[in-house]
């Protein structure tokens, strides 16, 4: 189906554990982006991209790696899983233009005990 | 850096109106977008103002003033699905790609 895809939809992890989270949308759009939601701090920018192999950091990057070998992907990782990283987690992506609005995936929502 | 501000919860009665504002400071604007996020899903775009003026959708209308750096989202004939997160973001001109700053979000209850 097109779209943007995330997953898994739920996932529990231990602390210092790495947790790799998958971003797929078949729309060929140049831009995407990582982002996470907590209560009180609303949508925090993690990682982006701009291209296949451009990426850059956020407003929240710490404790993140991003990859984008391919148009369509964008992993995010999580290379030592930390509480403060329970989060619902959020991939978008978008066309080219400034006016072009970001598409959201259904979000991963992310324990980590 | 950017500064968004709206308030954090508004109620309001089905049918009737409500406006929800957005305030924010930025070196460059360069775009401002709404979007709808209802509980426990993604958000999905609303509207996108980048010029002085009222743009209007059906139900929904969104204002924007670049010399006040204010911005605010109308709601119109309220329905119950209307019950929802109302989140505000900001393109910056010297944001490198389409890099948006979010807002903390309106949650507007509509009562019956």
Redesign the interface.
Known sequence: DAGITQSPRYKITETGRQVTLMCHQTWSHSYMFWYRQDLGHGLRLIYYSAAADITDKGEVPDGYVVSRSKTENFPLTLESATRSQTSVYFCASSGPSGGNEQFFGPGTRLTVL | GQNIDQPTEMTATEGAIVQINCTYQTSGF??L?WYQQHAG?????LS?N?LDGLEEKGRFSSFLSRSKGYSYLLLKELQMKDSASY?C?V?DRGA??????????TRVLVKP
């Open positions: 360069n775009g977008f899903e993604a958000p999905t775009f996108y980048v989140l973001a393109r490198a790609g389409n890099k948006l700053t979010f807002g903390g979000g």
